[in-house]
Antibody, heavy 121, light 105 residues
């Protein structure tokens, strides 16, 4: 059974940093493109960032480019999202998702249950 | 920048009825469209990819159609577990539509 487990969410002040993790099991991690999405309270879904299975290419939404960094560690089957210069508008539930191909095409077979990030003073 | 619009925003129906959800793209996206279902407190679930292909394990009552700029998700006979929010997603630089909430009449 495939499981994606996010962690690292919490309360942070504006301008602060947080690192999210997504631990994967039950899939061939290095063969899967991985992505982060988010959903602000009561709002719709927003793509944040993606990384290829090989880790060689990364992609970012304009709203987070230059502030967030996606990475992965195949030895730990874990993906990360380093979030710096956080803003109030980054408050959301962050989901990780996986698809069984090297390059993301956003037909996402697997999702985690999400971790809440709250940016507030 | 391609923008997706979904209609209606809310669809109030009874179990057993047919649901027809629309997604329109601001420019042609061929068939590069997926549909996701999301229930309260849960992660999204992939239903349809490439506009009309049903994902593994998705019941046959869900079907997708369309190409270019106009797409439709049809639920032929609503089951109680189908009441949820439905999002369309265009590939490329991925962007979701605003969603259609299917609630119980």
């Amino acid at each position: 059974e495939v499981q994606l487990l996010e962690s690292g969410g919490g309360l942070v002040q504006p301008g602060g940093s947080l690192r999210l993790s997504c631990a994967a099991s039950g899939l061939t991690f290095s063969s899967c493109a991985m992505s982060w999405f988010r959903q602000a309270p009561g709002k719709g879904l927003e793509w944040v960032s993606s990384i290829t299975g090989s880790g060689g290419s990364t992609y970012y939404a304009d709203s987070v480019k230059g502030r967030f960094t996606i990475s992965r560690d195949s030895s730990k089957s874990t993906m990360y999202l380093q979030m710096n210069s956080l803003r109030v508008e980054d408050t959301a539930v962050y989901y990780c998702a996986a698809e069984p191909r090297d390059r993301p095409i956003y037909y996402l077979d697997y999702w985690g249950q999400g971790t809440l990030v709250t940016v507030s003073s | 920048e391609i923008v997706l619009t979904q209609s209606p925003a809310t669809l109030s129906l009874s179990p057993g009825e047919r649901a027809t959800l629309s997604c329109r793209a601001s420019q042609s996206i061929s068939t590069d469209l997926a549909w996701y279902q999301q229930k309260p407190g849960q992660a999204p679930r992939l239903l349809i990819y490439t506009a009309s292909s049903r994902f593994t394990g998705i019941p046959a009552r869900f079907s997708g159609s369309g190409s270019g700029t106009d797409f439709t998700l049809t639920i032929s006979t609503l089951e109680p577990e189908d009441f949820a929010v439905y999002y369309c997603l265009q590939r490329g630089k991925p962007r979701f539509g605003p969603g259609t909430k299917v609630d119980i009449k």
